[in-house]
Nanobody, 126 residues
Framework: QVQLVESGGGVVRSGGSLRLSCAAS????????MGWFRQAPGGERLFVAR????????DYGYSVKGRFTLSRDNAKNTIYLQMNDLTPEDTAVYYC???????????????????WGQGTQVTVSS
């Protein structure tokens, strides 16, 4: 049974930082592209970042590029999303996801991800 479990969400003031983690089990973690999406209240689930199976390549959504950093530790079956310079616009539920796709712009689309976590809430106050 595949499980993705996010942690690290919380409440932070504008300009602050948080680090989200996503631990995977029941899956050959090192063969999956891993991604983060977020969904604000009343909004769509949007791409945040993704990282290749080896961790050698990552790309980011336009609104977070330069502020967020995605990394992975395949020995721990875990990915990390370091979020800096947070603003109230970053407030959302953040979801971790796993995909067997290896690359390409298609990985910005949530439908190509095979497994999802339950989400973790991030709230940024002004």
């Amino acid at each position: 049974q595949v499980q993705l479990v996010e942690s690290g969400g919380g409440v932070v003031r504008s300009g602050g930082s948080l680090r989200l983690s996503c631990a995977a089990s029941g899956v050959a973690f090192e063969t999956y592209t891993m991604g983060w999406f977020r969904q604000a209240p009343g909004g769509e689930r949007l791409f945040v970042a993704r990282i290749g199976s080896s961790g050698g390549f990552a790309d980011y959504g336009y609104s977070v590029k330069g502020r967020f950093t995605l990394s992975r530790d395949n020995a721990k079956n875990t990915i990390y999303l370091q979020m800096n310079d947070l603003t109230p616009e970053d407030t959302a539920v953040y979801y971790c996801a796993a995909s067997t796709r290896l690359g390409g712009w298609v990985l910005w689309v949530q439908s190509v991800y095979d497994y999802w976590g339950q989400g973790t809430q991030v709230t940024v106050s002004s």
